[in-house]
């Protein structure tokens, strides 16, 4: 998949003085995506020129560690972004900005604003201030109620994979997961409640996680690739195919607004039937 850059069209607006005041941006990876985001912010705060690495002040030193007080990111509490939030919200971004020339907003996984958030949600940006820009990140626009939908402008911003980088621990949790799935399939519920969920992932970084599961089985089908899962020779290439289509089917799933928990659980059930 080719990149959409869509947050240089956002700069671009800037520049000709044609900025929204919401923005819904689609992407394939909401953490990278904010990071993105954090530089247009950056930009569109600027009381100079803006230029990367600049010292002259301590803004953009705040807008990276968030610390900004006209800044705010809104994240989900537990499974949904709830009411008080939005409330709460509402109650920092109302007052002129002081620090900068805009109070900015970023609301990430938008999809999880509820019925009661949403509703307070659109009261905020149905009439909103000069100063007030907003940015809703989501995987799937589709899942944004309409009304909020209809009244940003919509970006697509999507990451080639391999600019999606996965750390350390992601690759250690793929091996550990994997490992559980084949060789202690009797407990791998238990892994998921206990393990997995406690590491309390984002959707997105679960994607990425399973996109990696899927390479592991992918390199021993297809290249005989077998390094830290020796235990998968004994598996056919009939056996790889099945386990690999479930594992694409889950991806696609994950990409939905499903249960993630139920998700994982019907994953390792499918994964222990293929024999």
Do not use: W
């Not at 949600?121 to 799937?140: A, C, Q, R, S, T």
């Not at 399973?210 to 592991?216: A, R």
């Not at 830290?228 to 799933?253: A, G, P, R, T």
């Amino acid at each position: 998949m080719e990149a959409v850059n869509g947050i240089k069209h956002i700069e671009k607006s800037y520049n000709e003085n044609k900025l929204s005041h919401a923005f819904l941006v689609e992407t394939n990876n909401c953490e990278k995506c904010l990071e993105d985001i954090k530089k247009i912010i950056k930009l569109i705060n600027c009381k100079e020129k803006y230029v990367d690495n600049c010292e002259k002040c301590n803004l953009c030193y705040q807008i990276e560690k968030e610390t900004l007080p006209n800044f705010q990111i809104i994240r989900p509490d537990g499974t949904t972004i709830k009411k008080e939030q939005i409330i709460n919200l509402k109650e920092k971004m109302l007052t002129k900005p002081v620090y900068s020339k805009y109070n900015t907003y970023v609301i990430l996984n938008s999809e999880k604003l509820n019925n009661s958030s949403s509703n307070t949600m659109l009261k905020f940006i149905e009439e909103p201030e000069d100063y007030l820009i907003g940015f809703f990140v989501v995987n799937n626009k589709e899942n944004v109620i309409e009304t909020i939908k209809s009244r940003c402008q919509l970006i697509h911003q999507y990451y080639n994979e391999e600019e999606i980088k996965i750390d350390d621990e992601k690759i250690e949790t793929v091996k550990d997961y994997i490992k559980n799935i084949e060789l202690d399939n009797k407990h791998i519920m238990l892994y998921n409640k206990n393990i997995l969920m406690e590491k309390n992932y984002t959707r997105e970084e679960l994607i990425i996680i399973f996109q990696q599961i899927f390479k592991v089985y992918e390199n021993v089908y297809i290249n005989d690739e077998y390094e830290n899962f020796e235990f998968l020779k004994d598996m056919n290439s009939v056996q790889l195919l099945n386990k690999m289509k479930i594992i694409n089917k889950y991806l696609d799933n994950l990409q939905k607004n499903g249960n993630i928990n139920l998700l994982l659980d019907s994953f390792v059930i499918e994964m222990g039937h293929v024999k």
